[in-house]
């Protein structure tokens, strides 16, 4: 069974500093990877999709991908207390773009 | 980004009633989606793929007579929840697929059965 795994928290951080959440999974040939927030009584949102090994950074986020290790991270720089929230990582399971979700990693950024 | 609206966000129903949600594609179309349920303090738990013009895909463990989905067009899914109970009380979300670019997520719905 395809998985994917994240420790889900919570993980606690100053604010304006690093926040590194984690994922691996378990398929090797998943092609797609992604990063949901979501905010508590809300659905998640989009910010990141990587699709290649190495970095790819949007603003204040950056989504690294290592396919040898299948393991894929999301590290948000200068966090701020709006940066708290529930994120999940996301694998393509290549079946019309179905995703496979992790339990999601909880981030509190304390003022 | 892509659009995906869910209606209604809340219902409070009762028990043994049937509850309609609907999840559109506002720009663009979409032959996928995908219906979802989330307890408190849990991820997301894939119920269902929604086909346009063809049955639905269930997962294992979910009642296809109880959920029902229809996807008549590229740019509406429905679920109904039919003779609904308390423990059907959740938060129930669509997604629309765009192939391997992800999916974007609708608003949501709490329902609650009284």
């Known amino acids: 069974q395809k998985e994917v795994e994240q420790n889900s928290g919570p993980l606690s951080v100053p604010e304006g500093a690093i926040a590194s959440l984690n994922c691996t999974y378990s398929?090797?040939?998943?092609?797609?990877f992604f990063w949901y927030r979501q905010y508590s009584g809300k659905s998640p949102e989009l910010i990141m999709s990587?699709?290649?090994?190495g970095d790819k950074e949007d603003g204040r986020f950056t989504a690294q991908l290592n396919k040898a290790s299948q393991y894929v991270s999301l590290l948000i720089r200068d966090s701020q207390p709006s940066d708290s929230a529930t994120y999940l990582c996301?694998?393509?399971?290549?079946?019309?773009?179905?995703?496979?979700f992790g339990q999601g990693t909880e981030l509190s950024v304390k003022p | 980004g892509a659009v995906v609206s869910q209606h209604p966000s809340r219902v409070i129903c009762k028990s043994g009633t049937s509850v309609k949600i609907e999840c559109r594609s506002l720009?663009?179309?979409?032959?996928?989606m995908f219906w979802y349920r989330q307890f408190p303090k849990q991820s997301l738990m894939l119920m269902a793929t929604s086909n346009e013009g063809s049955k639905a895909t269930y997962e294992q463990g979910v009642e296809k007579d109880k959920f029902l989905i229809n996807h008549a067009s590229l740019t509406l899914s429905t679920l109904t929840v039919t003779s609904a109970h308390p423990e059907d009380s959740s938060f129930y979300i669509c997604?629309?697929?765009?192939?391997?670019?992800?999916?974007?997520f609708g608003q949501g719905t709490r329902l609650t059965v009284v």
């Open positions: 997604s629309a697929s765009l192939g391997a670019g992800g999916a974007f």
């Open positions: 990587i699709y290649s090994n």
């Open positions: 996301a694998v393509n399971d290549n079946q019309g773009g179905k995703l496979i």
């Open positions: 720009d663009f179309q979409a032959t996928t």
């Open positions: 398929d090797r040939v998943s092609q797609s």
